[in-house]
């Protein structure tokens, strides 16, 4: 039989789309061992089995679902088994890697912490935790060598002060960002506190909001420097001044790093203060009932938002989740100040906030103690943690600033920082972290040091910011650095950075940000990291232009002179 010329091919019918286990659009039949696990049992159960089980039986009474799975819900994840090279980190078995110790995060959700509140804190440190103590980039309080049998004591002691662990990890709305000087900025448009308390009270330890497909980040500020990092979070509230309706919020979602980054989007929207609450339950549903639950790698929120883009989201936001439509809003206005808060500030009242750096936010139990003296004798009795791993020190006797600096001087914490040092940052690293190639923090303390030393007496303004990460998660926010490290092993198992240059936040030359572009090709040792960070300075302070910043400079820059 002959084909005929002008015969057309069979075609394939399309194949049907694969589940993406939206649960509303596919139902809520779990397709993956995460999902399986979150459904047979709410991780917030957990928390009575470790009151009443774990803690009595020890460390070997906890099963799996609960030790790599729920225990998360309640801030707990096992530490990394001492004494394990890079190589480790690739060729172990998570089990293999877990050491019978946790790292636990403290929800500290931007609140201020009163001084009687950072002597808890420090007790807590020096009895149960062995003096470890680190400043987050999410102004939590990260504590390192929890004995599972220490926990219910070490949770009421932090819930005496305020302060809890519920939901600090796992797929559940994490620890919320406040801007440090809500309440107290001259300059601020609006104190968001009493918002993202109504947030947190509508939500955390809430089983409607419990089983989300991935972790979700929140983030507001009333303070003109934008000082939450507001790009990268899952959804951020923004002070702006609508011209009709007065202070409000203006909307953004769907950022975030690690391995495929995305910045937020503005949705447009204006939000009235009153209407805050509704607004963030709204886009917590919609990223529980619409996100992508199939991949792992796929379920944050920032990969419904490139599918959906801003506008449908806000459809979505305003037809399904609101009583109501928001009206449109202007985007904030970034006003300079660089958002870190380091320095002395005015208050509203006459008195001073000063912003002061531990550096990469590595302290102790015994630093949070005397902090809480330094700060009482300086006329102050709250301090705040901040996105960038400092502290804020609030209500200072203008004429107690100086006593106070150098006060903290002696214990390592500087008002007055080095240009390098104070806009440091470092994630755990290999030290605690079981998904780390490389030591992050001692390095980080100490190539900082050495560039401020090393560039001593010229200008370097505004800061070139210097971000050490161990592996490819981004928790120390690589891709938003002028320098951005991301730890590997390079030529086998030698210690070593990727290199990603340019990125920046929003700010007069990029209103929305910029991430930061690796190198092509290249990386480089551990041992070698000071020497390479101040040949590229100093090629840049050598070619720059009027004005021009590094971020701006790498964008440009051949090549050559970036490696």
């Not at 039949?29 to 979150?38: C, D, H, T």
């Not at 994630?427 to 001593?456: H, M, N, P, S, W």
């Not at 050490?468 to 998660?473: A, K, M, Q, S, V």
């Not at 092509?520 to 720059?544: C, H, P, Q």
Request: hydrophobic share 35%; with cysteine.
């Amino acid at each position: 039989m002959t084909v005929k010329e002008d015969a057309q091919p069979r075609k394939r019918p399309a194949r049907a789309p694969k589940p993406q286990g939206q649960w509303k659009v596919d139902g809520k039949e779990p397709l993956n061992p995460n999902e399986v696990f979150k459904q047979e049992d709410d991780a917030l159960n957990v928390r009575d089995r470790i009151l009443e089980k774990y803690s009595k039986e020890g460390f070997s009474s906890i099963p799996p679902t609960d030790l790599t799975g729920r225990f998360r819900w309640m801030g707990l994840y096992t530490q990394r088994r001492q004494g394990l090279d890079g190589r480790a980190t690739s060729d172990l078995s998570d089990d293999e890697l877990s050491d019978e110790y946790f790292m636990m995060r403290v929800r500290v959700d931007g609140k201020e912490v009163s001084t009687d509140a950072l002597r808890a804190l420090g007790a807590i440190s020096n009895d149960f935790a062995r003096g470890s103590a680190d400043i987050t980039d999410r102004q939590n309080i990260q504590y390192h060598w929890v004995d599972i049998k220490d926990v219910p004591e070490i949770w009421r002691r932090l819930e005496e002060v305020g302060f809890e662990t519920m939901e600090a990890c796992g797929d559940c709305p994490r620890a919320f960002l406040n801007s440090p000087v809500a309440g107290v900025a001259a300059d601020e448009i609006i104190d968001p506190t009493p918002y993202l308390q109504e947030m947190h009270d509508r939500v955390i330890g809430n089983p409607a909001f419990s089983n989300l497909p991935r972790k979700f980040k929140t983030a507001a500020t009333g303070h003109p420097s934008l000082d939450v990092v507001h790009e990268i979070n899952d959804v951020s509230f923004v002070g702006v001044e609508h011209p009709e309706l007065g202070p409000g919020f203006d909307l953004w979602v769907g950022g975030g790093l690690s391995t495929v980054a995305h910045f937020a989007k503005r949705l447009g929207v204006f939000v009235p203060p009153e209407r805050a609450a509704d607004v963030y339950e709204g886009v917590v549903g919609i990223f529980r009932d619409y996100g992508y639950r199939r991949l792992r790698n796929k379920a944050r929120l920032k990969f419904l938002m490139k599918d959906w883009g801003p506008e449908k989201f806000r459809e979505i936001l305003e037809t399904e989740y609101l009583d109501s439509p928001l009206p449109d809003g202007p985007a904030p206005e970034f006003s300079g100040q660089r958002g870190d808060h380091s320095g002395v500030h005015d208050q509203k009242d006459g008195r001073k906030y000063v912003g002061a750096t531990a550096v990469v936010g590595r302290i102790s139990g015994d630093i949070l103690n005397e902090v809480a003296d330094l700060a009482e004798a300086a006329g102050s009795k709250r301090i705040k943690f901040t996105p960038h791993q400092k502290i804020v020190f609030l209500d200072v006797l203008p004429e107690k600033v100086e006593e106070l600096a150098e006060g903290l001087a002696k214990l390592g914490i500087q008002v007055y920082p080095g240009p390098f040092t104070r806009v440091g940052m470092s994630c755990t690293g290999i030290e605690y972290c079981k998904l780390a190639f490389v030591e992050t923090k001692e390095k980080a303390r100490t190539v900082l040091a050495e560039l401020d030393q090393r560039f001593a007496g010229e200008t370097i303004e505004p800061p070139i910011s210097v971000h050490l990460n161990g592996c490819p998660n981004s928790c120390a926010r690589i891709q938003t650095a002028d320098i951005g490290l991301k730890g590997q092993l390079i030529e086998g198992d030698t210690p070593g950075f990727q290199v990603h240059l340019g990125g920046s936040l929003a700010g007069d030359d990029v209103a929305e940000g910029e991430l930061g572009q690796s190198v092509r090709g290249f990386k480089v040792a551990s041992d070698d990291l000071t020497d390479y960070i101040e040949k590229i300075v100093r090629n840049f302070l050598a070619e720059r232009g009027e004005g021009e910043t590094f971020a701006q400079w790498s964008r440009r820059a051949e090549e050559e002179k970036l490696k």
